[in-house]
């Protein structure tokens, strides 16, 4: 598997932390991080992080990847009801390769399709959208499921960054 992980942030309000703390984990592990958005304009987190994507959404070739990683916060809301996203998630799923989202993010996955069975869970505003999938909701601050691979929030960060590089060893 490649050692390239893409994350997908929003082109504001995302969750620094959700981002960056991952980021900086799959750094460390040798796993060379891509940024991707809806704009390659500066992306704006909660917190005030600023982040320039290295390419849009629309550009993401699942075969250069190892993994899709979705960031939470607020703006993530604005992938909810992307179906080119949920395309793109299922592509990377149905490669085989990972697919991981955080905070409120797995909202996206269980709207993609790719919840339905698997343990999961998700800020506690998105449970809701998750069981309405199918998801069997854990509450645990992370989960894997196969090559899914969810978090709850800012705190599990670091948790979920290591899940993730840990798919790649």
Not at 35 to 52: I, P
Not at 89 to 95: L, P
């Amino acid at each position: 598997m490649k050692k390239k992980a893409v994350f997908i942030v929003a082109e504001q309000e995302f969750r620094d932390e959700e981002y960056q703390v991952p980021k900086d984990v799959l750094s460390q592990a040798g796993i060379e991080v891509v940024t991707a958005s809806t704009t390659t304009e500066e992306a704006v987190g909660k917190l005030g992080l600023k982040v320039r994507p290295d390419l849009l959404v629309a550009e993401i070739k699942p075969d250069d990847y190892g993994a899709i990683v979705f960031v939470g916060g607020g703006g993530a809301a604005q992938y909810f009801a992307d179906s080119a996203v949920h395309a793109l998630a299922r592509s990377f799923a149905e490669a085989g390769k990972v697919v991981a989202a955080i905070c409120i993010a797995p909202v996206i996955l269980a709207r993609a399709g790719l919840l339905k069975g698997k343990r999961a869970t998700v800020f506690p505003d998105g449970i809701p959208e998750l069981e309405k999938a199918g998801a069997v909701y854990t509450a645990q601050s992370v989960e894997r499921d196969g090559r899914i691979i969810t978090g709850n929030g800012p705190e599990a960060a670091e948790a979920f960054g290591r899940e993730i590089a840990a798919q790649f060893s």
